[in-house]
């Protein structure tokens, strides 16, 4: 199976170039042979609208750049991936762009065949051109409904083409993608459903509905968790001077303790917790706001900024000790033995940490 992935990201560092290269491994391990083709290194101009394809020029654009070659690999291609970052609730311009310029692939008649009753364009190469589409799309928000209108369209778009919607792998929150230190499970099983849908298109001709929700699967446990990473997140690229740069976002999210601290709230094992009610006092100390406490009842676990008046245990470290043990680098209780980390209070309670706070 030839399989065309067409990415939309102006950026290769960018999450939409990551989930793409994915979803190209896992095609290439199936036995299929895939083409990457980034828009953002090709020259694709905006249709102009001129129609001379369909009046003048019998399927071929008035235009002389890179679609001279993408619409033929598009034409030999048994299934074309769309991969696009959510720019205002659509496709990236870039990508908009590839496929008004497809319409050389069309003739200026109406096609009324279609099962679905909707009419269309009648193709040019009707026994050419692929028979399965799939969509990739990462957008930041956490809403998957925010992703309703660019699924419609690609839906319409499949129905234009005559070609099967074979999935929509869509990626919501995109940016915490980023938070591995704090969600590593979550991370590897998004990942794995982006390479196991390449495999998949390849040996079942379609992405499994399984696969398709694992792509989808929520970073965050709660919209507050969700706002509060977002707020973090963009502070930091704000403080940042330059153009946006993920790597150097993916080390100053890893270390900071905003992000970190509700993070081993929010991976809290309510089976662990039964019915344990408990505040754990993370006493930072230099921090001038005492650090976080986490109250946990009813089997759940919430973070909070400051000291709390009557902790159960406190756990007394520095912010980097800290940052160190959330990302499991060093043994808490070798720590303890050093004078690291000061314990006090009901120790047990310190003991069981690792069990109620499972992080891989």
Not at 119 to 127: I, L, V
Not at 273 to 301: F, K, N, S, W
């Amino acid at each position: 199976m030839r399989i065309l992935v067409i990415s939309g990201a102006p950026r290769r560092d960018g999450y939409t170039e990551e989930l793409a290269r994915l979803f190209a491994e896992g095609v290439s391990g199936a036995g299929g042979e895939v083409e990457l083709v980034r828009l953002a290194e090709r020259d694709v101009r905006p249709c102009r609208g001129c129609f001379a394809c369909w009046t003048r020029l019998d399927g071929r654009c008035a235009q002389r750049d890179d679609m001279d070659e993408l619409i033929p690999r598009t034409l030999a291609s048994d299934a074309l991936v769309l991969a696009t970052p959510v720019y205002y609730y659509s496709f990236s311009a870039l990508l908009k762009a590839f496929l008004e310029r497809l319409l050389p692939t069309s003739l200026p008649f109406v096609d009324t065949s279609s099962p679905s009753g909707m009419e269309r364009n009648t193709r040019r190469f009707p026994d050419r051109g692929p028979k399965r589409a799939v969509l990739i799309a990462a957008g930041a928000h956490r809403d998957p409904r925010l992703m309703e209108g660019l699924v419609r369209t690609f839906e319409t778009i499949c129905h234009g083409i005559s070609a099967e919607r074979a999935g929509a792998l869509l990626r919501p929150e995109s940016f915490v993608m980023d938070f591995d230190a704090g969600k590593p499970v979550a991370g590897r099983k998004v990942r794995a459903a982006f390479t196991a849908a390449g495999r998949e298109l390849v040996t079942e001709g379609r992405v499994s509905a399984r696969t398709e929700e694992d792509a989808s699967t929520p970073f965050t446990r709660d919209l507050a968790l969700f706002e509060g990473h977002a707020r973090t997140y963009w502070e930091l690229a704000r403080g940042r001077e330059g153009a946006f740069d993920r790597a150097s976002l993916r080390d100053a999210t890893a270390a900071d303790l905003r992000i970190l601290v509700p993070e081993l709230a929010a991976s809290l094992d309510p089976s662990a917790a039964g019915d344990l009610e408990a505040v754990i006092q993370l006493d930072v100390t230099d921090d001038p706001d005492g650090g976080y406490h986490l109250l946990i009842a009813r089997g759940r676990c919430a973070a909070h900024k400051g000291r709390h008046e009557r902790p159960d245990t406190t756990l007394s470290l520095d912010a980097g000790e800290l940052v160190k043990l959330l990302h499991q680098k060093i043994d808490a209780r070798a720590a303890v033995a050093l004078g690291r980390i000061v314990v006090d209070g009901d120790r047990s309670l310190f003991v069981r940490m690792g069990r109620l706070f499972p992080r891989s």
